[in-house]
C-alpha cells in the first residue's frame, strides 16, 4: 500500500499494519493509504475478518498534533472510522503500548479490541486543552458507560488493559504476541458468525445512565478545573451522547473540538506539550552516558528524604547519609510515613512499600558514599556547609561519579572551584516534595563536562521529571524571577491592599493560591531565616515573624487557621499591623484594582524572564514556561509567563513597566532590551546554551 501503511494476509484474515515511528501518529500520509486499505478490504470477498495493528513499540499514540490548527486534509480521523464502521465482516484492533486519543477513536471503529497485558489506554486531548475530536467522547461512553467515560476523558488518565476489559473496553487481554492472538480472536469471531455491530449502534449503557448522577460527577469535576474551559466542554460532550442521537452528539463534539482548538488555552496547553520535550533536549546527542547504578544523597530532612523517595520509586537504590544516627533515623521514619500515606491511599501496596524501603540503605559514614554514581547534597543553605560537604566528596567518590548539588540559590561554580574534579559538579535543584514535584532545574556549571549533563537530563526522564537545564546566577531561573513577581507584595500591603485581596487576585488569575497563602503554607520562618541570612529585610514578614506567626504551623500567619484546619481566615489584627506600619512610614491607604496587583507582579515576572534570557541563563523563553508551571503553579491555561506575555501584548506590557519605574523609580520596573525587542517584533529572541 505505502510505506506507512501495509496489507499482509493470515489465509482469511487481513491484517492492517501501521508503521510510523516513532509512535504511529494518525498523520495524513497515514489516514490516507489506512483508508484505501480498509475500503479495498470491506469490498475483498476473500477476507473474513480485519486486524489492525502497528509496527514498533506502541498502537497508535494519537493524532498528529501539529496538524491542529491547520486546513485538515482529507480524509480526516472520523471519516476513516466511518470506513471502518461500513465493514460488515469482523473488524479487531489489536493493541500493545498505548492506544492514545486518535489511536484509541480508531480502535473505538472497530467491533472488536484486544490488547496485550501491558498495554494502557486512555483519550488525553484534554491535558492540551482539547477533547476527543474522532468520536471518542460518543463512542467510549458506549462500552464503559456515561459515567465512567466521563472520569477517563475529563481526568486524561490511562487505565491498563486489565482495568479496560472489566469495563468492556477491551473484549480480550493476552500476555504476548498480540497480533497473532488477534488474528486467531478475528477468525473465531468470523466462523461464528454476524452480525456483528459496530459500537456507534450499542445503546445498552447509554440507557443505563441516570443524569443525576451523572451531572453531580461533572459538577465535581468542573469544580477542580481550576478556569480551564477543555474539562467542562469533555463532559458537556459525553453528556450530550445520553441526551442526543449517535449523529447530533458527534456533530456537537466537532463544533466543541473546533471552539477549543482555536482558544487561546489550548494554544496554550499545546505550546506546553513541545515546549518540555524541546526542554529535555541538549547538545550530545552522541555522548556516552555515565553509568548510574546507584545513588547518594547527603542529608535526610525534608528535602534529601524526597530526594531519596524520588530516585528509589525510580528504581535506583540508594544511599541515605546523616550527621547522626538520630537524624537519619528521623528521616527514614519520614520517608516510612509517606510511603504509608501512598498505602492508605491505595495508591501503593504494602508490598511495595516494603520493597522501596529495602532499596534505603542509611549511613553516618562517607565511605559508603563511595560506591555511588550520583551524589546529591541536600543540606543547610550555607556555602561554607555546602563545600565542607563537596570537599568530604571529593576525597571518596569515585573517578566519574557525578557530585551535584541541591542548592536554590548559591553559585555552583564557586562550589565546583573548591575541589579538584569541577567537570563532575551540577546543579540538581528538586522543589518540595521532590517526590511529588515534576519540575527539575538543572544547572550547567562552568567547567560541568557535556557527557555529566547529558546523563542527568536523562536520569531526570527515568524518575518522572520534566528537566530544565540552565545557567548559573543567583536563584537560577525559577527563584531569581519568584523574587522579581514577590518584589512588590509587601508594597501593595502597605499601599492599601490586604492579603486576602491580592491572594484572590492570583486566584482569579488561574493560580492554585495567592503569594500570602503560600507562604503561610510553606512556612515564613523559612524565608525569615534566608533573609537574615543575607542581610535582607521585609518589614510586614519580618513583624509577624518576630510575634511567632510562622504560618499554618503555628496557627496564624498572614492568616489565622483555626482548630488546625488548612483553610486560611482573614486576621483583622493582621491587617491593622499593616495600616500601623504604613502609617508609621507616612503611607495613606488607597484602593488598588486587581489589575494594578496583576502589573505590579507580574509584569516584573516577565521581565525578568526576558533579562535571564538575555544574559543566556536559559536557553529559550519556552524553557522558562515549563520551569514556572511544573514547579510554581503558573496557571497551564496561559501557557507560563513568556508566553502569557505574548498573548498579554509585549506592547502594553513595556508600557505598563515604563509608567510604574517612572513613578516608583524601582529598576525591578525598567523594561529590558529583549522585552522591548519582543514588543516590536512579536516573538523572544532564544538565549545563548546555558
Not at 550520583?374 to 563537596?390: G, P, Q, R, S, T
Not at 535543584?429 to 521532590?434: G, L, W
Request: charged residues 25%.
Amino acid at each position: 500500500m505505502s510505506n506507512f501503511v501495509s496489507v499482509a494476509r493470515d489465509s482469511d484474515v487481513a491484517i492492517v499494519t501501521i508503521d510510523n515511528p516513532p509512535v504511529n501518529a494518525l498523520s495524513f500520509h497515514v489516514r490516507e493509504p489506512l483508508m484505501h486499505a480498509l475500503a479495498a478490504l470491506r469490498d475483498d470477498a476473500s477476507v473474513g475478518a480485519i486486524v489492525v495493528a502497528c509496527a514498533g513499540r506502541t498502537f497508535v499514540a494519537g493524532a498528529d498534533i501539529t496538524e491542529f490548527g491547520k486546513p485538515v486534509q482529507q480524509p480526516e480521523l472520523r471519516a476513516v472510522i466511518g470506513t471502518l464502521e461500513t465493514i460488515a465482516k469482523p473488524t479487531v484492533a489489536a493493541i500493545h503500548g498505548t492506544a492514545l486519543g486518535g489511536g484509541l477513536e480508531l480502535a473505538l471503529g472497530c467491533h472488536f479490541r484486544v490488547a496485550d497485558a501491558d498495554a494502557r489506554l486512555g483519550l488525553p486531548e484534554v491535558k492540551l486543552g482539547l477533547l476527543p475530536g474522532g468520536g471518542g467522547t460518543v463512542r467510549l461512553p458506549r462500552l464503559v458507560g456515561a459515567i465512567k467515560a466521563l472520569r477517563m476523558i475529563v481526568s486524561g488518565a490511562l487505565v491498563g488493559a486489565d482495568e479496560a476489559h472489566e469495563a468492556g473496553l477491551v473484549d480480550a487481554v493476552f500476555e504476548s504476541n498480540v497480533i497473532t492472538h488477534a488474528v486467531n480472536f478475528a477468525r473465531e469471531i468470523a466462523r461464528k458468525g454476524g452480525p456483528f455491530t459496530p459500537v456507534r449502534d450499542r445503546d445498552d449503557e447509554i440507557k443505563k445512565t441516570e443524569l443525576a448522577a451523572f451531572d453531580a460527577g461533572a459538577a465535581d469535576l468542573a469544580r477542580k478545573a481550576r478556569g480551564l474551559d477543555a474539562p467542562i466542554a469533555c463532559a458537556q460532550a459525553v453528556r450530550n451522547t445520553v441526551t442526543m442521537s449517535f449523529e447530533e452528539a458527534l456533530a456537537a463534539e466537532r463544533a466543541l473540538f473546533m471552539k477549543l482548538v482555536a482558544d487561546d488555552q489550548s494554544r496554550a496547553q499545546r505550546h506546553l506539550f513541545f515546549a518540555e520535550r524541546e526542554a529535555a533536549k541538549v547538545p550530545g546527542k552522541d555522548l556516552v552516558r555515565r553509568r548510574i547504578a546507584r545513588v547518594g544523597v547527603v542529608g535526610a530532612g525534608t528535602m534529601g528524604g524526597g530526594i531519596a523517595m524520588a530516585f528509589v520509586n525510580g528504581g535506583f537504590p540508594v544511599t541515605l547519609l546523616e550527621t547522626s544516627q538520630e537524624v537519619l533515623q528521623r528521616g527514614l521514619g519520614m520517608i516510612d510515613k509517606n510511603y504509608a500515606v501512598s498505602v492508605s491511599r491505595g495508591s501503593l501496596t504494602e508490598d511495595a512499600k516494603r520493597q522501596r524501603l529495602a532499596q534505603f540503605k542509611g549511613s553516618t559514614d562517607y565511605s559508603d558514599l563511595a560506591d555511588c554514581d550520583l551524589i546529591i547534597e541536600a543540606v543547610f543553605e550555607d556555602m561554607a556547609v555546602k563545600k565542607e560537604v563537596f570537599g568530604k566528596l571529593d576525597a571518596m567518590a569515585k573517578p566519574g561519579a557525578i557530585l551535584a548539588t541541591n542548592t536554590s540559590y548559591l553559585d555552583i561554580d564557586e562550589i565546583a572551584a573548591s575541589i579538584s574534579r569541577p567537570q563532575d559538579v551540577l546543579g540538581l535543584h528538586f522543589f518540595s516534595p521532590a517526590n511529588v514535584m515534576k519540575l527539575l532545574e538543572i544547572v550547567r556549571a562552568d567547567k560541568t563536562a557535556p557527557d555529566a549533563l547529558a546523563t542527568v537530563v536523562d536520569l531526570a526522564r527515568r524518575i518522572g521529571k520534566v528537566a530544565v537545564v540552565v545557567g548559573v546566577c543567583h536563584g537560577f531561573v525559577g527563584n531569581r524571577m519568584l523574587a522579581a513577581r514577590g518584589s512588590e507584595s509587601e508594597a501593595l500591603l502597605l499601599e492599601g491592599a490586604t492579603p486576602s485581596q491580592i491572594d484572590k487576585a492570583f486566584t482569579d488569575f488561574g493560580w492554585p493560591m495567592g503569594p500570602f497563602q503560600m507562604g503561610d503554607l510553606a512556612g515564613l520562618d523559612i524565608g525569615w531565616r534566608n533573609r537574615k541570612a543575607r542581610g535582607q529585610t521585609a518589614v510586614i514578614a519580618d513583624m509577624l515573624c518576630e510575634q511567632g506567626r510562622f504560618g499554618q504551623k503555628t496557627g496564624r500567619g498572614f492568616y489565622l487557621y483555626e482548630n488546625g484546619s488548612r483553610m486560611p481566615v482573614r486576621d483583622p489584627q493582621v491587617e491593622a499591623l499593616i495600616r500601623g506600619k504604613a502609617a508609621e512610614k507616612g503611607i495613606a491607604p488607597r484602593e488598588i484594582s486587581a489589575e494594578e496587583i496583576i502589573e505590579r507582579t507580574h509584569y516584573p515576572l516577565i521581565n525578568e524572564g526576558a533579562k535571564i534570557l538575555e544574559e543566556g541563563i536559559a536557553a529559550r523563553a519556552s524553557d522558562i514556561d515549563v520551569i514556572w508551571v511544573n514547579g510554581y503553579g503558573f496557571p497551564i491555561g496561559k501557557g507560563g509567563p513568556m508566553f502569557w506575555a505574548g498573548l498579554e501584548g509585549a506592547t502594553g506590557i513595556v508600557q505598563r513597566l515604563e509608567y510604574w519605574h517612572q513613578r516608583t523609580g524601582k529598576d525591578v520596573f525598567k523594561p529590558v532590551r529583549l522585552l522591548k525587542r519582543m514588543a516590536e517584533t512579536g516573538s523572544w529572541e532564544a538565549g545563548a546554551r546555558p
